[in-house]
C-alpha cells in the first residue's frame, strides 16, 4: 500500500477483555516496529520484526502482550486481559532492513 | 538519564526561526531523524541525517548535528501557525536499526 495502515483508529474496551490491533507495512518493508504512546509520554518501544522473526522483544511490558508477523507483511500486536493502564494510542513503523521507518497513524485503545 | 534528551516545549512567533534541540547518548548512532505529530495524527518523517555528516538543508528545514558533542537540533525557517506540532528527535544504530526517540517538544507558534 501506500504507507502504513493500522486497525481500528479507535478501540474501546472493558477491563480484562482480550484485544487485537492490525498493522499492515508498507509493501517491500522487512522490518516493522510496534510503538506505544501513554498520554503526554513519548514512544515506548514494544517489539520489532524482521520478516516473520521477532529478535527483540525487550520491551514488551508483560506477558499478557504478544505479537505475531505472517507472511512477511501483516502484524497482530495482542493484548491479553486489558488493563487501564494499557490505555495509549499504539503505534506501528516500517521501514527497509536499513531505511527509515515510517509511521502508521496509530490505534487508539481505551479501557473502560 | 534518558537516552534521547528533548526540551518539552517551545514558543516562537509567527515568521520567526525555531529552533528545536536534541542530545543523545549513543556515540554509535547511525541514522537522526525528526519527526513531526500533529494532533491526533501518526508520527510524520520530516528529515534524517546520516552520523557521517554535519548538515543537512531541505526547503525550510535545516538539520544541524554535532557529533563531538551529540548534540542534533531542527531550524525551521519562516516559522507558520501550521508548523505547530511536536517534534521529536530520534536516532537509531547498525544492526536492528531499532529508532529510540526522545519525549518530543511542544512547538507553539503565535502571531
Known amino acids: 500500500g501506500a504507507g502504513v495502515s493500522q486497525s481500528p483508529s479507535n478501540k474501546v474496551t472493558e477491563k480484562g477483555k482480550d484485544v487485537e490491533l492490525r498493522c499492515d507495512p508498507i509493501s517491500g518493508h522487512t522490518a516493522l516496529y510496534w510503538y506505544r504512546q501513554s498520554l503526554g509520554q513519548g514512544l515506548e518501544f514494544l517489539i520489532y520484526?524482521?520478516?516473520?522473526?521477532?529478535?527483540?522483544k525487550s520491551g514488551l511490558p508483560s506477558d499478557r502482550f504478544s505479537a505475531e508477523r505472517t507472511g512477511g507483511s501483516v502484524s497482530t500486536l495482542t493484548i491479553q486481559r486489558t488493563q487501564q493502564e494499557d490505555s495509549a494510542v499504539y503505534l506501528c513503523a516500517s521501514s527497509t532492513p536499513r531505511g527509515r521507518a515510517f509511521f502508521g497513524q496509530g490505534t487508539r485503545l481505551t479501557v473502560v | 538519564g534518558e537516552d534521547v534528551e528533548q526540551s518539552l516545549f517551545l514558543s516562537v512567533r509567527e515568521g520567526d526561526s525555531s529552533v528545536i534541540n536534541c542530545t543523545y547518548t549513543d556515540s554509535s548512532s547511525t541514522y537522526l531523524y525528526w519527526y513531526k505529530q500533529e494532533p491526533g495524527a501518526g508520527l510524520q518523517l520530516l528529515t534524517y541525517?546520516?552520523?557521517?555528516?554535519d548538515m543537512k538543508q531541505d526547503q525550510r528545514l535545516t538539520v544541524l548535528l554535532n557529533k563531538k558533542d551529540k548534540h542534533l537540533s531542527l531550524r525551521i525557517a519562516d516559522t507558520q501557525t501550521g508548523d505547530s506540532a511536536i517534534y521529536f528527535c530520534?536516532?537509531?544504530?547498525?544492526?536492528?536499526?531499532?529508532?529510540?526517540f526522545g519525549r518530543g517538544t511542544s512547538l507553539i507558534v503565535h502571531p
Open positions: 541525517i546520516f552520523s557521517n555528516m
Open positions: 520484526f524482521q520478516g516473520n522473526s521477532a529478535p527483540d
Open positions: 530520534a536516532e537509531s544504530k547498525g544492526g536492528s536499526y531499532i529508532p529510540t
